[in-house]
Structure formats: structure tokens, C-alpha cells
């Protein structure tokens, strides 16, 4: 699931090559204070549809922000605890995975190939966020956390997997952090 696009050329940016890491960056430093991307319904429904993710309007006006906005504190206070070997509190994602409701459907496509896709129950802000509750279950569970990493640059809050092939990555993204490192190293040789 790699990605390197942004819904806008300011972000969101999708550069974790993980898609509960993605959510949580829609938070992030931009011109040295926090800035989150997240800030109407509309917000959470596109970031949802670029992720991948079917996704429809449902509750009253801010529901869905207030309950995206939640699920990514507890995916980053969750990921955060991980990384630094804490006791993991799993009640919060618990009560959002068992809000999801799903079912497996099987189609063709008019030939010999058939597929099997995870269908969502939409009818629910949680319900419309159930995949990246279980996406972060799956990173918690299953992710090797040797290589999911926050970037480097002092200033960057982004988090990252590292799926590269020698696991040396330090940057986010090097067009975001790595180039502004490199002229940095550069000034301050000169």
C-alpha cells in the first residue's frame, strides 16, 4: 500500500507506507506549530476515499470530525506507548473495533477472476472509521515496530513504517524533511 500523494499539495500527506500511521499524521508541524488537516466532516470523508477506504456522510454535522479526531488520539497515543515498550490501554480501541460491523462479499468480473472484499456497515461515524481502527489493531498486533519510526527533522511529528529494503529510512518523506536536512547540513558547513 505505498503511497506517495497528498490530497492537496499541502497535505494530508500519505508517505507512511501505513494507513493507520497516515491518520495520525493528518496532525501535524507546519511552520513550527500543530496543524491538523482534519477540520470539517468533508476533511475525514475525503482523506477516507483517498486512503481507499468506501466512505459516506453519516450523523449530525461534526460528528464524524469529533469521532475522527478521537480515534486518532487513541491510534497515537497507542502507537506512541508501543514504541517506547509501554503497557498498551486497549480499551478505547476495543470499543471502537467492536462498533464495526462488516461481512465479506465475493464478485467476479465477468470472467474467471473472482475476489473477495470486506464490505462496511456505514451507518455510524465509528462504523465509517472501523477500517482504520482495524488497520491499527493490525499495525499493534502484527507491525514490526523496529521499523516504524517518527521522522527525524526536529521539527516533523510524522510517523513512518519503514518497508525500504536496507530499513534505513530517518525522513518522512525526503522532499517534506530529508531535503531540509541536507540544507541545513550544507549552511552550516559554509
Known sequence: MTTSTATRPDGPWFIADERA???????????HSPHDFL???????LWLNHAGFAAAAVGEPGELLAAARALRTTIRELVTAKKRGEMLALNALNTWLAQAQSYLQISDDGGKTLSVERKYKLTTPQQV???IAENAAYLLAEGEFAYVRQCEHPECTLWFYDKTK???????SMALCGNRAK???FRAKS
Do not use: Y
Open 183 to 185: 540544507v541545513a547540513r
Open 21 to 31: 500511521l497516515d491518520f495520525i499524521n493528518t496532525l501535524a508541524m507546519a511552520e
Open 129 to 131: 472509521l472501523a477500517p
Open 39 to 45: 477540520q470539517s466532516d468533508e476533511d475525514v470523508l
Open 166 to 172: 536496507a530499513h534505513r529510512r530517518r525522513w518522512c
